[in-house]
């Protein structure tokens, strides 16, 4: 069963916010909605939630449209933590399980479980501003997850994360997703998700300019880099390599964009016979790189609009 | 979700466990009962202070008048004492300073001030009892048929008529200022409920799965009933004294007017509480909230203002009625007309048949803003935009 977004569109006032936005997502993969800030993500999963009637286009899951009642199996984390301050932390995933549908047993059983293993089980009875910020996260997406559900959205559920926050949540979901689950989740930062995600969705100013297999994007954009730590010097040597542009060059590293065709390992041994290589790679282009290149090809086109 | 009424009931239990768990909700509660316990019972505890009266003679008391004002007494839970004085200007001068409550002379009863109440009637009450019984023994009765003629007693008095009095009108004027405050409450925690919805973003996942009518009417009557309760708890001590003694002084008809006040608080909280509601969820941030509302407390403010001014001055004017019959400003006014006594019955059916008229339309258009303003976010949202779709955050 997937879950198909068909021909998005909606204004505020003369303002396009989605214009004919269609991808579908698959179960089982983690899929990542990615765009800069103003992209029109919110205002996506608002209506892939219902709480925005969109212009035109529908939302369909295991090819039926999507209606209110099926929404009850989603679960849904807003960007700003959506929980009651003054409600002990199990009262609060209890409540949000029975607004999906559970009966209080039922309710109480997967509220313990769950906290039990988002490491939370301790704080049962604790007022939730009590808790700490990434306490109240995990026990956010507690509330998310508490009903099983079969779709998740999550509207920047990294945001303000530390490192292992940020790990230990990509790793529940991704263990969602592996079970069968829809797991989408936005994010505007798009190299901190790029290793997390397995497929994207890119927007920009309400339209998909970019969507697929993250590893199969990176690869395919026909766009190798060279990276080299080198010892000082004026790099005269690439002078003999007239299809090398360079990217970047900081300090010591020198980052080579090679031109089609373009041999790594020609130019590494040039470098080599001009000076000592302390450390070299092969990089693929960064998604924000892919999106700097998506979304530069478009803005002349935007401007003339 | 299986239902309306499931999912608006379950926003309601939370709400009203989270409202009833509050700290200034059980400071509240505790304030309303120790007000409405001393209501009831200051005045039993000054009342239960026995009156002594002070009967000044001119040598001794006469026992048959003595032993008629002690029978008295025990009735009316008085005791007397009785000063022996020297001659009639001593007792003059001891009623005149206050010393005695009365002065009994052969042929003469002194008291301070003209018609002086209670005690002076059975004074003189007792007086002629002895001499009517000396002269009816003179006549040749016997003391039997005496005591047959003394028990004849007046009719027993039974207060039946519309009671217009100023102990009413004070109950109308106490359940008007308890109206006002209840709803600006009310008011105040529906607001602090639905801006705290609003600003966690709870609101968007409520929406999720809930719909706005669910939303709103669960929160709003969670606070309802949690006012009730309170309010209840405010009359309930006072009914129940009123019931049992009457030593209050509050006229059989102002309890009535008591129960009276519980349903407009139902029908005003109806009107006010989802324009509460609404103006509350155009805030962003949760402090805005007390700034939002303040349109929709000023109706309720110039309301109870015309319901202490113009009508309880002249409850039967024009001004009065219609004033008591506007929707907005009924629920507080009317309480206040009608313990006047003077307002006609269809009057009050026809202000509480049209204030619940405009509740059911403002439930409607509350919740159409409601649903519109959790939408804006991340700055306050504009009045206009609310009538159409509205923008979203910025960022």
Redesign the interface.
């Known amino acids: 069963m997937s879950l198909e977004i068909l021909g998005i569109r909606h204004s505020?006032?003369a303002?396009t916010?989605l214009d004919d936005v269609s991808f579908t997502v698959l179960p089982g993969v983690l899929t990542g909605l990615l765009g800069p800030?103003?992209a029109g993500k919110?205002?996506l999963m608002?209506v892939l939630?219902?709480?925005?009637v969109p212009d035109a286009g529908e939302i369909r899951y295991g090819g039926r449209q999507v209606g209110?009642?099926a929404?009850?199996t989603?679960g849904?984390?807003?960007?700003?933590?959506?929980?009651?301050?003054?409600?002990p932390a199990g009262e609060q995933v209890v409540?949000?399980g029975?607004?999906?549908?559970l009966s209080a047993a039922e309710a109480t059983r997967r509220a313990r479980d769950l906290l039990e293993e988002l490491g939370l089980g301790e704080r049962w009875a604790d007022r939730t501003d009590k808790l700490s910020g990434g306490m109240q996260q995990r026990l956010q997406l507690a509330?998310?997850l508490v009903h099983d559900p079969e779709v998740m959205v999550l509207d920047e559920p990294f945001n303000g994360l530390d490192p292992l926050a940020v790990a230990e949540l990509s790793e529940t979901l991704r263990r969602r997703a592996r079970e069968g689950r829809i797991v989408l989740f936005s994010s505007h930062q798009l190299d901190l998700v790029q290793d997390l995600c397995e497929e994207i969705v890119m927007v920009d100013r309400g339209r998909v300019v970019l969507e697929g297999v993250v590893s199969t994007l990176r690869a395919g954009a026909g766009d190798r880099r060279l990276r080299l730590t080198v010892g000082p010097g004026d790099h005269a040597w690439l002078a003999a390599f007239p299809d090398v542009e360079i990217v970047s060059e900081h300090v010591d590293e020198l980052r080579l964009r090679l031109g089609d065709g373009g041999d790594p390992l020609a130019v590494l041994d040039a470098a080599r016979a001009a000076g000592p290589v302390h450390d070299f790679g092969l990089d693929l282009p960064t998604l924000s790189e892919l999106f700097l290149a998506v979304a530069g090809e478009r803005t002349p086109a935007e401007a003339r609009r | 979700m299986t239902g309306w009424w499931s999912g608006t009931l379950l926003v309601l239990r939370r709400n009203l466990l989270e409202s009833l768990r509050s700290k200034t909700y059980k400071i509240i509660t505790g304030v309303l009962v120790l007000i409405s316990i001393g209501v009831v019972v200051l005045p039993q505890v000054f009342g239960e202070e026995e009156t002594t009266y002070t009967l000044a003679t001119v040598g001794a008391v006469p026992d048959d008048v003595k032993l008629l004002l002690e029978a008295a007494g025990e009735g009316g839970d008085f005791t007397v004492e009785y000063e022996a004085v020297a001659d009639a200007d001593e007792l003059r001068r001891v009623v005149q300073e206050g010393d005695a409550t009365a002065g009994l002379t052969e042929d003469r009863l002194y008291t301070s001030t003209v018609g002086n109440g209670t005690f002076a009637v059975l004074v003189s009450q007792a007086v002629v009892a002895v001499e009517t019984r000396d002269r009816l023994s003179e006549a040749g009765l016997t003391g039997a048929e005496i005591a047959a003629v003394q028990s004849v007693s007046p009719p027993e008095q039974v207060p039946v008529g519309r009671v217009d009095d100023e102990d009413r009108a004070g109950v109308g004027f106490a359940v008007g200022i308890v109206l006002y405050i209840a709803l600006t409450f009310a008011g105040s925690a529906i607001a602090t409920a639905v801006a705290m919805e609003k600003s966690t973003r709870i609101s968007e996942v409520l929406l999720a799965v809930l719909r706005p009518s669910q939303i709103v009417v669960g929160t709003v009557a969670a606070v309802g009933i949690a006012t009730i309760l309170q309010l209840l708890l405010l009359v309930a001590p006072l009914a129940v004294a009123v019931q049992v003694t009457d030593d209050l002084g509050l006229p059989l008809a102002a309890t009535w007017d008591i129960g009276l006040a519980v349903v407009w608080f139902v029908l005003g909280f109806a009107v006010f509480a989802f324009m509460f509601a609404a103006s509350a969820a155009m805030v962003d941030k949760i402090t805005e909230a007390n700034a939002a509302v303040v349109p929709v407390s000023m109706v309720l403010l110039v309301g109870y203002m015309l319901g202490v001014t113009v009508v309880a001055n002249d409850p039967t004017s024009r001004w009065s009625a219609a004033i008591s019959m506007f929707p907005f400003s009924a629920p507080v006014a009317m309480p206040i007309r009608w313990a006047s006594g003077e307002v006609p019955v269809y009057q009050l059916l026809v202000a509480m048949v049209l204030t619940a008229l405009t509740a059911v339309l403002l439930v409607a258009a509350s919740a159409t803003v409601y649903r519109r303003a959790l939408l804006v976010t991340g700055r306050r949202a504009k009045l206009r935009e609310l009538v159409r779709e509205p923008a979203p955050a910025s960022r």
């Not at chain 1, 939630?49 to 925005?52: A, C, R």
């Not at chain 1, 029975?98 to 549908?101: A, E, K, V």
Request: charged share 15%; net charge positive.
């Open positions: 505020f006032g303002r916010a800030n103003g919110t205002t608002r939630l219902g709480v925005l209110t009642g929404r009850t989603w849904y984390m807003p960007q700003e933590r959506g929980l009651y301050p003054a409600m409540h949000f029975r607004l999906h549908g509330t998310a």
